[in-house]
């Protein structure tokens, strides 16, 4: 079996790197990270249950469930109730979506800078590589700990 440590230390290095970049973006735009994660995934425009969000963005249930609720008596979001289900979707009010341009205009431009500074010397392709090897990732995480394992 190959030996892949130093490639996975570099790789988990540079995501740490991301993270840390994002933390510290949302700590100079004055908001919390988690908040601001939630920002960016209401941002796109489609419905969305906190169980969802929680599932996609690795955010455990009960900060989702505060940002929401503060979000919510803030007038930034509403919680419509959808058919057949105990699930509410999330969505952004005007002034809701007037508060996330505040805060994600600037991350999106960054962002953008990085993503144009990136094509420049490396093939479109690693986005797709890089959400592969998450699902990968992820996979493996199942396969190898059990929910009993895991300390919340």
Known sequence: MENYREQLRLLT???????????????????KDN???LLYA???GKPHSQKQIGEEWLIPKTTINTIVREMETQGYL???EENHTREKTIRLTR???????????RLYE?????????????APDFVRDCTDFA????RSFNRCF?????VD
């Open 13 to 31: 290095q540079a995501m740490n790197q991301i993270d840390g970049l994002y933390y510290q973006a949302a700590r100079k735009l004055g908001v």
């Open 35 to 37: 908040t601001l994660a």
């Open 42 to 44: 209401l941002d796109d």
């Open 78 to 80: 509403v919680l419509d």
């Open 95 to 105: 002034e809701g979506k007037d508060y996330a341009s505040r805060y994600l205009n």
């Open 110 to 122: 960054m962002e953008e800078q990085a993503m144009k500074d990136m094509l420049e010397n490396h």
């Open 135 to 138: 699902l990968c990732l992820m």
């Open 146 to 150: 059990s929910d009993e394992e895991i």
